[in-house]
């Protein structure tokens, strides 16, 4: 019987060839994977580096990051020195206490950065709509879909749509096309009354939609195969459909303006370096310009629509005409809300 | 060992069922020479664009190298583990081999999310996140189940007289178990360590917990479907089948050489 | 064998399963109960909303039919490689292993690709003629069962092939010499023999399907959610504990699904031992 005695053994030896862990003058960045790592990875991490001779590493934590975030703080070893936090993620990092409040003398001493820039735990990375998107070729004659009412009209626009399976912004939707004032949304939505209206309102269109989606790629290769005519999306990828010869188009009308956020973990081990980090991932119009070229996606980078053409600027969600007819996402709303208007959402899904 | 010939209706149904398993394999590769940025079918133009992608992408490159690297020892671990212990529940008094079974295999039923989370803690704990060797120990834990059901169910059928009778004339234990046991075991074992590979192989979500720097394929899959949907996929799934057919083919020589020299 | 020897195999096994399952699943169904203190409303929210017990119901009712399918599918197909000379069996061997190889993400994106609205069956339809407006097959329950059978049939094909390898083809042959048909002696003989590996087979693919998620997720609309699904999204919602209460109702329900699957099929496997088929 020594073969046994040979796979323990191996296993031992493997175990402590474990390589140790260089912790030292490395910044520790948890984001996005994709076209987002892409560009971060050319872009903004060389800039750091450079500036503070620090290294750099960059995680891909996708769709689990807040319960990463959640396990480390309990585990009581955090791994991550700087996070991107999206915006439905920026709530519940607030109210679960996940995040670390932002330095701003430490950050930008001489105020540089615009006040819509500034929240208490975190910077304002990117701003991004969700908008609907229409392909105009599934359109009857002569028609365009011009509002979310037009997207319930399953009548005179026919066909398969999709939304976000998610509560936050597609009640918002389910509102607008029942007649409510961008203005008067969060106030409505905050009533039992509201929301039930809501969610009758959903459930006109609920057989209309054979899928929901759950990523922005998704939610454009749904459009892109023609799976459904009709869908919500982010703004950013609709330039690729559109290149990849989809007559695809968004209306911004009704659109949800989101701002997403680089933060800072509780524990986070660097926690001033991470400041450094924040300070080139949101602070350089000359940085951003590149980003933005790859992804429309514009922070508030003092300075940063001065470098923009004007064909460029108007794809911007930020671009005053898009801003005007969308109404701003509200955070604080859902950081309050999110938990019961979550499990009703679901349970209404399964229904 | 022809006992009946199989009749032609079964002969058409065998190459329908393959048809239906195998068609999707075949679909996912004119897909991969599509030079369009979205998945599309059929594809509109073509070129090797995503082919070039993946080669000259070291994200794509480091990815499959990772992931190979934790299969193999995954599957080593699994293999060896689960073939010890399915030998050990069949000489087991035959009323404990129930229980010995269930007790062994109700890994498989646990969610890999469940596994991925409480090994993230585990490993959190040890200092041991990011590490492949953790992965594959991971791994093996989910895949052994899977090499014990397998063998297990090739040993029964092993007369263990033939074991018995090489102690008696004098070979040791590894030995006897070598001559008579091993031999007939192997075509069990090589299915286990097969389908251990690919369990490694494929997973996505233990790894992607446990995984920070480096990714595994699986995750780099999964990061481009969700969020840059693009043809590399297919590009690298193409290549897959190449190199598994190729591999699998080595691995069938081997295996029958190993027969041929073993045999007394 | 020795008492302590076969101790012995078990411990690399132990040590593994306890690091790597026992340990981890523990803290989990800790958290099922505790939240932070002793409660037990994750168990009565599941009971008492019938949209849960649906998914329940629909979990088993799925992972059943895969499972059946894939061993009616799958058995004849084993046995199919079992008839051909040696050689022959490894280049056919090859082609269930292909497609097994393949990562379960691409298997199903395949299916996309296949049954969309503008996909090869609905272009195939239009052209024939035979329907003018595009089939919904996509985000419906026939697509995740035609998925869910693809992806998991060679595993049973495998395993039945695996069985039926090690069966004596001496005592067909025997039987034949005694006077029984070619179907007598596949009914009394064979497929008595191959019963243990087919009843594996066939509750491995029960446990797989149990578990599964990338498939109902990609394919199914929201009336094919599995408990898996549910598990994966009330994990995302960080929903720890309720996560951890659904993952305990799968892992009871699996295990009493497979009990009573093993009691049926050594029911069955007695009956057919007795009398044929």
């Avoid at chain 1, 995040?99 to 500034?118: F, R, V, W």
């Avoid at chain 1, 997403?260 to 991932?281: C, F, L, M, Q």
């Avoid at chain 1, 064909?311 to 005409?321: F, G, I, L, V, W």
Wanted: net charge negative.
């Amino acid at each position: 019987m020594t073969y046994y005695r040979m796979a323990l053994g191996a296993a031992t030896v493997l175990a402590l060839a474990i390589p140790a862990k260089a912790q030292d003058k490395t910044l520790t960045i948890a984001g996005s994977g994709g076209v987002v790592k892409e560009i971060t990875e050319k872009v903004f991490l060389p800039a750091y580096e450079e500036a503070t001779g620090w290294k750099t590493n960059f995680v891909a934590a996708e769709s689990n990051i807040m319960l990463e975030v959640r396990t480390m703080l309990a585990s009581g070893k955090m791994l991550y020195d700087a996070m991107e936090v999206s915006a439905s993620n920026y709530p519940i990092g607030v109210k679960d206490g996940l995040l670390a409040k932002i330095d701003y003398d430490l950050l930008d001493p001489n105020g540089e950065l615009p006040e819509k820039a500034k929240k208490e735990f975190g910077v304002v990375a990117a701003a991004y709509s969700t908008v609907l998107v229409q392909r105009l070729d599934k359109n009857p004659e002569g028609r365009k879909i011009e509002s979310w009412a037009d997207f319930w009209d399953v009548e005179t626009f026919p066909g398969p749509r999709s939304l976000n399976r998610q509560p936050q912004y597609t009640l918002e939707f389910a509102l607008l096309a029942d007649g409510v004032a961008t203005d008067d949304l969060y106030d409505v939505l905050g009533t039992e009354e509201g929301l039930d209206r809501a969610f009758a309102k959903l459930d006109e269109i609920k057989d209309h939609i054979p899928v929901w989606w759950t990523s922005g790629a998704q939610s454009v290769q749904l459009l892109s195969d023609g799976e459904v005519f009709y869908s919500s999306t982010y703004n950013g990828r609709v330039t690729k459909l559109q290149e990849s010869g989809i007559p695809a188009e968004i209306v911004w009308n009704g659109g949800a303006l989101h701002t997403s956020y680089v933060g800072i973990p509780k524990t986070a081990p660097n926690y001033e370096a991470a400041h450094d980090w924040i300070r080139i991932r949101t602070m350089r119009p000359d940085l951003e310009i590149e980003y933005v070229k790859q992804l429309p996606y514009p922070n508030f980078a003092p300075g940063l629509f001065d470098q923009m053409s004007e064909d460029m600027a108007r794809n911007m969600p930020t671009y005053p005409e898009n801003a005007e007819v969308q109404f701003v996402a509200n955070d604080e709303f859902w950081a309050a809300n999110i938990d019961h208007i979550r499990e009703r959402f679901d349970e209404w899904l399964l229904e | 060992m022809h006992i009946m010939k199989p009749s032609l209706l079964l002969t058409g149904y065998f190459w329908l069922i393959v048809a239906y398993m195998i068609f999707p394999a075949l679909i996912v590769i004119p897909v991969s020479f599509s030079s369009s940025e979205f998945l599309r079918f059929p594809p509109e133009d073509f070129g090797l664009r995503w082919y070039g992608v993946y080669f000259t992408d070291p994200v794509w490159i480091a990815a499959t190298v990772t992931s190979f690297r934790v299969a193999v020892l995954s599957t080593v671990i699994a293999t060896t583990v689960g073939t010890m212990t399915g030998l050990a529940i069949i000489r087991s008094p035959t009323h404990a081999q129930a229980p010995l079974t269930y007790a062994t295999t109700i890994p498989i039923v646990i969610p890999h999310i469940f596994i991925a989370l409480g090994v993230f803690i585990l490993a959190l704990r040890l200092d041991l996140t990011d590490n492949e060797v953790a992965l594959a120990f991971a791994h093996a834990a989910v895949a052994m189940p899977f090499v014990v059901l397998i063998t297990s169910a090739a040993i029964r059928q092993i007369d263990p007289t033939i074991e018995r009778a090489a102690r008696v004339l004098g070979a040791g234990p590894f030995r006897a178990f070598r001559v008579a046991t091993l031999p007939p075991l192997l075509p069990a074992m090589v299915a286990a360590a097969i389908f251990a590979f690919f369990v490694s192989f494929d997973e996505l979500i233990i790894a992607q917990f446990l995984m920070k720097g480096s990714e595994t394929l699986p995750m780099r899959i999964w990061a481009d479907l969700r969020l840059d949907i693009s043809p590399v996929v297919a590009a690298v799934s193409g290549l897959l089948i190449v190199v598994t057919t190729v591999a699998l083919a080595c691995a069938e020589i081997l295996r029958r050489r190993a027969i041929s020299t073993l045999a007394p | 064998m020795k008492f302590r020897q076969i101790l012995w195999l078990f411990l690399p096994a132990t040590l593994l399963l306890v690091a790597f399952i026992a340990a981890p699943s523990f803290d989990l169904f800790r958290a099922s109960v505790f939240d932070p203190d002793f409660t037990t409303e994750h168990f009565e929210r599941l009971i008492n909303r019938s949209v849960y017990l649906d998914v329940m119901w629909r979990t088993i009712r799925v992972s059943l039919t895969v499972a059946v399918l894939c061993t009616l599918i799958g058995y004849p197909v084993a046995f199919f490689i079992n008839l051909q000379p040696r050689r022959r069996q490894t280049l056919l061997l090859f082609l269930i292993l292909i497609p097994m190889w393949m990562s379960i993400l691409i298997r199903t994106y395949a299916w996309i690709v296949i049954l969309g609205r503008d996909g090869l069956v609905n272009q195939m339809l239009a052209m024939l003629g035979l329907a003018t407006e595009p089939m919904q097959m996509l985000y419906t329950s026939g697509a995740v069962l035609a998925a869910m059978v693809q992806i998991l049939l060679p595993i049973q094909i495998l395993t039945c092939y695996a069985a039926m390898t090690e069966i004596d083809f001496d005592l067909i042959r025997a039987a034949r010499v005694l006077g029984a048909r070619p179907r007598q002696a596949l009914a009394r003989v064979f497929l008595p023999l191959s019963l243990d590996g087919t009843l594996t087979g066939l509750v491995i693919v029960f446990m797989l399907s149990m578990g599964f998620f990338i498939t109902p997720a990609l394919l199914g609309g929201r009336q094919d959610t599995m408990i898996a699904n549910l598990i994966e999204f009330q994990v995302q919602r960080l929903n720890w504990s309720f996560a951890a209460a659904l993952g305990v109702v799968l892992l009871v329900l699996t295990v009493g699904m497979i009990v009573a699957l093993r009691g049926a099929g050594k029911l069955l496997a007695r009956r057919v031992l007795k009398g044929g088929l």
